[in-house]
């Protein structure tokens, strides 16, 4: 029996996040929809950001209440405090995430606290979610290198992860948030971080800036992991970490898992679909870009 490993279809937020246009709500709803029909278990297709943050985002709730909703599949929302998550509950996200960094600089940068504080930040997140049922996933950005700190030390990704753990996340997504982690580097941090978190509570979430994204989950896989975030036609990147990428594109992770003998239940035409109808999304003058 060829093993099971998930991709966590992340494309209709860490994608569409980062776009320059302001994508209109209908196409967002018409990716998500075809996604629905990929065999995903979860997509994330918002986030409760402040829109003065994020403009791309500022429709998240009309998303939610736009798309059809498929049988199974886990519609997801990023909350990084309690504003975010009562609007995420509102709009009736089926999971939420909490979303922390293993640097201060980029903490700083993109929720506007240091990593201390916005783990106090996201507890009464965390607090609430399990009064009400909502599971409750984390991420840490910059697991290797940070746009503004520089290389991230393994031991405080381990510090972060544990926090989160402890906070009651069911699964702690590992984020190369400008894709510069080398194969050895992300060994090194994932020997850290599963000294405070077994492999099945750990994804991996890997930018491609430098073309090395599916060595990384290859190196992710041999430590155990089983979850891997990616989006459909390789789009996205974040607005507050400079010089990143998109996600390492869900085809191209389908297609490696497949030829290493993994078991997806993803339905690859499907994907294709995605992944064209996400790249005629991109603004014309981003066709080339890097960034
Ligand atoms: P702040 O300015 O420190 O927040 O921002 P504040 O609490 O002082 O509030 C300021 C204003 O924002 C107030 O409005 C609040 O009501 C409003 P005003 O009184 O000025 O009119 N506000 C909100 N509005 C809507 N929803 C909310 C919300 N919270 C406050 N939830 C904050 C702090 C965290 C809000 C801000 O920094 C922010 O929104 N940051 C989000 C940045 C972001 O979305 N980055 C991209 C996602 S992370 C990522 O992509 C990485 C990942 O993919 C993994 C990886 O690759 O590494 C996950
Ligand atoms: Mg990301």
């Known amino acids: 029996m060829p093993e099971f490993v998930e991709i966590?279809?992340?494309?209709?937020r860490d994608?569409?996040?980062?776009?320059?246009?302001?994508?209109?709500?209908a196409e967002k709803v018409a990716l998500v929809?075809?996604?629905?029909?990929?065999?995903?278990?979860?997509?994330?297709?918002?986030?409760?950001v402040s829109p003065k943050w994020v403009p791309q985002m500022a429709d998240s709730a009309e998303v939610l209440a736009g798309i059809a909703r498929a049988p199974g599949v886990s519609y997801a929302a990023l909350t990084p405090n309690m504003k975010g998550y009562e609007r995420a509950r509102a709009a009736r996200a089926d999971e939420v995430a909490i979303f922390g960094?293993?640097?201060?600089?980029?903490?700083?940068?993109?929720?506007?606290?240091?990593?201390?504080?916005?783990?106090?930040?996201?507890a009464p997140v965390a607090e609430a979610a399990r009064a009400d049922g909502v599971p409750v996933r984390g991420y840490i950005s910059c697991v290797t290198d940070?746009?503004?700190?520089?290389?991230?030390?393994?031991?405080?990704?381990?510090r972060v992860a544990a926090r989160l753990r402890a906070m009651g996340c069911y699964e702690i997504?590992?984020?190369?948030?400008?894709?510069?982690?080398t194969p050895e580097a992300v060994d090194a941090m994932l020997s850290a971080?599963?000294?405070?978190?077994?492999?099945d509570m750990l994804a991996g979430h890997f930018h491609d800036t430098a073309g090395r994204a599916l060595d990384n989950i290859e190196v992710a896989l041999g430590r155990g992991l089983r979850v891997f975030d990616a989006a459909v036609g390789g789009l996205g990147g974040c607005p507050y970490a400079p010089g990143a990428a998109g996600n390492v594109a869900t085809e191209a992770v389908a297609r490696r898992l497949a030829d290493l003998g993994h078991e997806t239940g993803l339905?690859?035409?499907?994907?294709e679909q995605a992944a064209a109808m996400a790249r005629a999304m991109r603004a014309p003058r981003d066709e080339g870009e890097t960034g």
């Open 146 to 158: 940070c746009p503004y700190d520089g290389a991230v030390a393994p031991a405080s990704v381990a």
């Open 8 to 12: 966590f279809e992340v494309g209709p």
């Open 193 to 199: 971080v599963l000294g405070e978190v077994p492999p």
């Open 15 to 25: 994608g569409l996040q980062n776009e320059k246009r302001l994508i209109p709500t």
């Open 267 to 271: 339905s690859l035409s499907v994907i």
């Open 33 to 48: 929809d075809l996604l629905s029909r990929a065999g995903f278990r979860r997509i994330e297709v918002a986030s409760f």
């Open 101 to 122: 960094a293993a640097s201060e600089g980029f903490s700083r940068a993109n929720i506007n606290a240091s990593i201390e504080e916005s783990l106090a930040r996201f």
């Open 173 to 181: 997504s590992l984020g190369d948030t400008i894709g510069q982690g």
